[in-house]
């Protein structure tokens, strides 16, 4: 079983930062790579940001300049960096995993159960 588990939500105002962390732990063997998505209500969950193990890095044209993803390999942890938060920023982020739980295993892709983010006034 493999966990993710979010933090790092909040209210903020306009202008705003906020960082977003994401840990991993279980029965994992490898990731190859790591991602934020987020949802809106009555939207479409939609890629924010994603990360490779290798260090690769792409975002939405929505975030570009403004958030910045990274990840600590060591300890299967993510971090979503957001600058200059606007309300459109405002939704549910989730946190996904993409890796093997065994060698030459089939990859799965795994889900944390999202924090909250709003920017308002």
């Known amino acids: 079983q493999v966990q993710l588990v979010e933090s790092g939500g909040g209210l903020v105002q306009p202008g705003g930062s906020l960082r977003l962390s994401c840990v991993a732990s279980?029965?994992?063997?490898?990731?190859?790579?790591m991602a934020w998505y987020r949802q809106a209500p009555d939207k479409q969950r939609e890629l924010v940001a994603g990360?490779?193990?290798?260090?690769?890095?792409n975002y939405a044209d929505s975030v570009k300049g403004r958030f910045t993803i990274s990840r600590d390999n060591t300890r299967n942890l993510v971090y979503l960096q957001m600058n200059s938060l606007k309300p459109e920023d405002a939704a549910v982020y989730y946190c996904?995993?993409?890796?093997?739980?065994?060698?030459?295993?089939?990859?799965?892709?795994?889900w944390g159960q999202g924090t909250q983010v709003t920017v308002s006034s």
């Open positions: 996904k995993l993409r890796g093997r739980r065994r060698i030459g295993g089939p990859r799965y892709d795994y």
């Open positions: 279980g029965s994992i063997f490898s990731i190859d790579a």
């Open positions: 990360i490779t193990s290798g260090g690769s890095t």
